[in-house]
């Protein structure tokens, strides 16, 4: 299975659209972002994925207004940490990086998701991934998302 990652998408509406349509043709079934989704009228945008989607609030954005929405539109959504099991894969999202990394040394996930510094970033600590997929806002370069696929174990990152 392929899982679309993304992160920091700051109120990036146009972006957020060309990468959920990316990810539809790359045949993505499920959707993570990472965090700082910023305006809670974002789920509604990530809700037009068609699979699952699941999110974590990250540093920036409305909590209250944000589990609300997802609520309305059916997203998964949590404070601060995020875990799965996906394809047999144990998965975990964090937003901050040092706290993603303990996750990943835990030796309890297969591979954790992070975002906040707005930088990609793949590398392995032991047998489990460390993923950030970069950032849809732009801010620190051109916007970057990652796909995951489950069968491959593997991660490939994208320029949008």
């Known amino acids: 299975m392929k899982i679309g990652i993304i992160s920091d998408t700051h109120e990036e509406i146009e972006k957020v659209r060309k990468v959920i349509s990316f990810l539809k ?3 993505c079934e499920e959707l993570i972002h990472c965090g700082d989704l910023c305006a809670p009228f974002m ?5 037009k994925f068609d699979g699952r989607v699941h999110c974590i609030l990250g540093n920036v954005g409305d909590e209250w207004m944000t589990s609300e929405r997802a609520k309305t539109f059916g997203v998964d959504f949590k404070r601060d940490l995020l875990e799965l ?5 144990k998965i975990a ?14 030796c309890k996930y297969d591979i954790v998701f992070y975002g906040h510094n707005h930088i990609k970033d793949k590398k392995k ?8 997929p970069g950032e849809i806002f732009g801010w620190k370069g ?3 998302y990652a796909i995951y696929d489950t069968e491959l174990n593997e991660v490939e990152h994208f320029d949008l």
């Open 93 to 106: 999202v964090h937003h901050y990086p040092e706290i993603a990394e303990s996750l990943a040394k835990s």
């Open 43 to 47: 789920i509604e945008e990530l809700a």
């Open 85 to 89: 099991e996906i394809s047999g894969k």
């Open 142 to 144: 051109n916007p970057t």
């Open 125 to 132: 600590i032991g047998d489990c991934w460390l993923v950030n």
């Open 25 to 27: 043709e790359k045949e």
